[in-house]
């Protein structure tokens, strides 16, 4: 056997088959795969510290992210020029803080690339994010009971939709006031319905772990409303009393002291 022909044979056929691969690094890089998926608010409020979350395309590596933030009233904007980031993943997270001005948009430029192999690819996005004067919604909490109350969440329901769930305790005698900042355009123009509840109230017996409230935004039609809100800023305030309950406990006694008792009677 011609061992010099067969070895000569197979470098031949190494490199043809490697030829495909050589032009399909480039192909599978620009035949659109690369993607950029990006999640973030769809309005804040002015001095609002948000975040954008947006994660590459898997496959590639050499991931970067360049953004640019821009306003017509940009005082107070964070990140005014540009920031640049590196990644392994292709996951990025940049933290932004609204203008100092409402009835504005942000204006936010993504650019992102990643490399296949030497071939660079990229892709730009671009976000308008509106900006609104804020909302102020204040939960006052009260214990008035000898028992402390832990881990309660204390949702916040705004016309229906949640907008905020806080996690609070509260030792004997203790009160605390819960705030909730949200961008006004939440709120419809003319009633507005809030509920503030404790999620896990049936731990409780007789407590108030629900309140719900309407409220008028914008001029109201007559003067029965008792909450009015005509500015943007508004301070609401909300009670829950945790009073004259406690939680739920087991009653009867243990089951291996019955049976014990059961037992010396039989003796």
């Given at each position: 056997?011609?061992?010099?022909f ?12 490697s030829i ?5 690094e ?38 970067t ?8 009233y ?10 640049h ?5 292709g ?20 650019y992102?690339?990643?490399?296949y192999?030497s071939?660079?690819v990229?892709?730009?996005?671009n ?44 030792g ?29 109230g ?11 409230s ?5 001029t ?8 009015y ?24 006694q ?14």
């Amino acid at each position: 056997m011609n061992y010099k022909f067969l070895i000569s044979t197979i470098c031949v056929s190494l490199i043809v088959m490697s030829i495909p691969l050589a032009f399909a690094e480039p192909s599978h890089a620009t035949n659109g795969s690369f993607n950029v998926t990006v999640s973030h608010p769809s309005s804040v409020y002015k001095n609002e510290r948000f975040q954008i979350f947006f994660n590459e395309s898997q496959g590639f590596s050499n991931y970067t992210a360049t953004i640019y933030t821009a306003a017509e009233y940009a005082i107070g904007l964070s990140a005014g020029g540009n920031s640049h980031e590196l990644s392994k993943s292709g996951f990025f997270e940049f933290n932004i803080t609204a203008p100092d001005a409402a009835n504005q948009s942000v204006y936010i430029t993504i650019y992102a690339t990643a490399t296949y192999g030497s071939v660079e690819v990229s892709k730009i996005i671009n976000i308008a994010i509106p900006v609104y004067e804020p909302i102020t919604l204040s939960a006052y909490i009260s214990n008035i009971e000898s028992t402390t109350y832990s881990n309660m969440s204390i949702q916040f329901i705004l016309n229906g939709a949640i907008i905020s769930t806080k996690v609070v305790s509260l030792g004997p005698g203790a009160s605390k006031e819960i705030t909730v900042i949200e961008p006004s355009s939440l709120l419809n123009n003319g009633i507005n319905t809030l509920q503030v509840k404790i999620l896990n109230g049936s731990l409780f017996t007789g407590v108030k772990s629900s309140y719900v409230s309407t409220f008028y935004y914008g001029t109201p039609p007559n003067y029965d409303w008792i909450y009015y809100i005509s500015g943007g800023v508004v301070i609401f305030m909300v009670f829950l009393v945790l009073a004259s309950g406690k939680r739920k406990t087991a009653t009867g006694q243990p089951k291996w002291r019955y049976n014990r008792k059961k037992k010396q009677k039989k003796s």
